[in-house]
């Protein structure tokens, strides 16, 4: 069943379910996707998730897109204090058409502060309850790449001190254009130091990092899970349906008609070599034990005792009701260890 979990140490408690909404503005319309908040509003979901990139695939032409329906949503359906939002503000890249002047992005006050006051109006909201730095202006691996150098770009000029970034969100928080402060896509590292800082008393205190977790993705395990334990940051876990890969829609090559990888072609990070294999083991299990593949693997991640909220997206009602319906699966300690014994068989093969 769903239940409410502490963000943090912030005193708000967040469903165990989030709703993403990286659809909204290109797989969905302005209806379709407020007819999403709306059925996950019914189920006592009180956690949104959006992004000022998004929608996904990230252009010029929509970006901005998925906040504004979330806005006319809330406009019309009002409730603003009983919704969690949260979105967040893209890190280094080349990319131009984020900001007005038409510079690259950077995570330093200047960027961060427009990119804030942008993300406010389009959700028509004073606030935001939960403000992520998307992903670092370090070089670190992005989004599934092996290499140790930045796989998305980043421009010239030195990277942006983790300091920086926290006096620029600490002006925000005191103006209450803030309430609170997450990361993503983030490492270990990264974390302490954005913790540590704010112990030395710059800036504020991080409340989550949402990461990549999935049944093919189980990284999170090594090193960053513990913080929820020792310092209540939790993760706020993306892709649990490994981009639609663990539905078992795409074994055997299969396109489905509007799935996003049959879209866009940009699934590659869950088809590198050991993903298949693993993907159809799962699948065979959820079905051996009457479950949808879904549902398994959605309810997996949901169960992990360092979640504090399971994002999940769909492009239909339909597939919203049954990524839903893994709240009413039940992990048996002999599904963990049937689970437990595929990954020791197949690892990580998409992190």
Known sequence: MLDYRPLGRTGISVSSIALGTMT??????????????????????????????????????????????????LKA???????????????????????????????DAKNINEAVEGSLKRLGTDYIDLYQ????????????????????????????????????????????????????????????????????????????????????????ETGLAEFHQREDVGLLAYSPLAQGFLTGKYLDGALPPGARKT??????????????????????????????PAQLAIAFVTSRPFVTSNIIGATSLAQLEEDLGSLDVTLTPEIEDRIDALHQLHGNPAP
């Open 263 to 292: 879209l866009f072609n940009r699934a590659q990070r869950y088809e590198k070599p050991g993903t298949e294999e693993a993907v159809r083991a799962y699948v065979a299990l959820a079905r051996e034990v009457g479950v949808s």
């Open 133 to 220: 730095l998307h992903w670092p202006d370090r070089a670190v691996p992005l989004f599934g790449q092996r290499a140790t150098t930045r796989a998305r770009g980043g421009g010239e000029g030195p990277e942006v001190a983790i300091e920086e970034t926290l006096v620029a969100l600490d002006a925000l928080v005191k103006a209450g254009k803030v309430r609170h402060i997450g990361l993503s896509n983030e490492t270990a590292w990264g974390l302490s130091a954005f913790l540590a800082a704010a112990e030395k008393g710059i800036g504020p205190r991080v409340v989550s990092v949402q990461n990549a977790y999935n049944l093919v993705n189980r990284v999170y």
């Open 24 to 73: 909204f503005g290109e797989q969905n319309t302005e209806a379709e996707g407020h007819a999403q908040l709306d059925l996950a509003r019914d189920r006592g979901i009180n956690f949104i998730d959006a992004a000022e990139l998004y929608p996904i695939p990230p252009r010029a032409e929509t970006q901005g897109a998925t906040e504004r329906i979330i806005g006319s949503w």
């Open 77 to 107: 359906r009002g409730g603003r204090d009983k919704v969690v939002i949260a979105t967040k503000v893209v890190g280094r890249s080349d990319a131009t058409y984020f900001r007005a002047d038409g510079s690259t992005t950077r995570l």
